[in-house]
């Protein structure tokens, strides 16, 4: 079973006692945490797609730290003119592992599809006729 998921403003594929880094979480280490934004549920073949979100669909996970991600360098030059300019970063992230995932909504029945008979009647293009073709004039000089 695996699940599409928003956690913080982005979206994974979770699915049982995975270990996500994901953009730093508010909530202590330790603590548990639920996502309500489940946007496709996959139980054994069975899938289910929300419209945008699955209605009463969950993901429970446990924060178990909070990090730093590794040095990104952002380096801009023009060249031939001198500029140079060296910038970095560290992401703030957090570790969390996902617990389970719920999925206590009803299944959506699929709307009856009504058939609409088109009244397909074949016309015949109307003939064109052809301009006949140019004759050869001998020229004399």
Not at 41 to 68: M, R, Y
Not at 119 to 127: R, S
Request: charged share 35%.
């Amino acid at each position: 079973m695996y699940a599409i998921v928003e956690i913080a403003g982005q979206q994974f594929k979770v699915s049982k006692d995975l270990k996500v880094y994901v953009h730093r979480l508010t909530n202590e280490e330790g603590t548990k945490v639920s996502f309500d934004k489940v946007y496709l549920l996959d139980d054994n073949g069975t899938i289910t797609i929300g419209a945008p979100a699955i209605e009463g669909a969950s993901v429970e996970a446990k924060v178990l730290q909070h990090l730093k991600g590794d040095k990104v360098i952002v380096f801009k030059k023009k060249r031939r003119k001198g500029y140079k300019k060296r910038n970095g970063h560290r992401q703030y992230l957090t570790q969390i592992v996902i617990e389970g995932i719920t999925a206590s909504a009803p299944k959506k029945v699929a709307a009856k599809k009504e058939t609409v008979e088109v009244a397909t009647e074949e016309v015949e293009a109307p003939k064109v006729k052809k301009a006949p073709k140019a004759k050869k004039e001998d020229t004399v000089e």
